[in-house]
């Protein structure tokens, strides 16, 4: 999702103001959606996508970027469930969390498709303007 764009929020219907380094978001009960502000760095990129499946499948909101009081000096680091995860990666405890959560079915939000593929057909049209999206 370029920055500034949301899709998600057509589900959710709030603003989005990402908090510094949380370049992702997810939202809604059941169903649920997940989207990512695509980031000029590929592993930035992939641990922001990883980030949002996290909260996915775990269903918690900004309480995971603290889980355990990670983010707190002296405990455990936070690694792919921390705020920001910049300098972060993949902890013994993320992976824990996940591989119970993975095998959770959590119902997706398929809404954003076809307003995704009206965007991409308003663009290639030369209309940037669409309004389509936040
Ligand atoms: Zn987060």
New binding site residues.
Partial sequence: MPWGKSVVTKLVKINVSPIAG?N?F?AGASPRASEVYVQYDPTLNAKLTF??IM?MKLRMG?E??CLNNCCKPGNSPCGLAA?DITNEGLTDDNIKRMVTALRTPVKQWTGGIPILAQVRDAMRRGDTMSGLWQ
């Fill in positions: 949380h992702g997810t980030h949002e909260h900004n995971m970027h705020a």
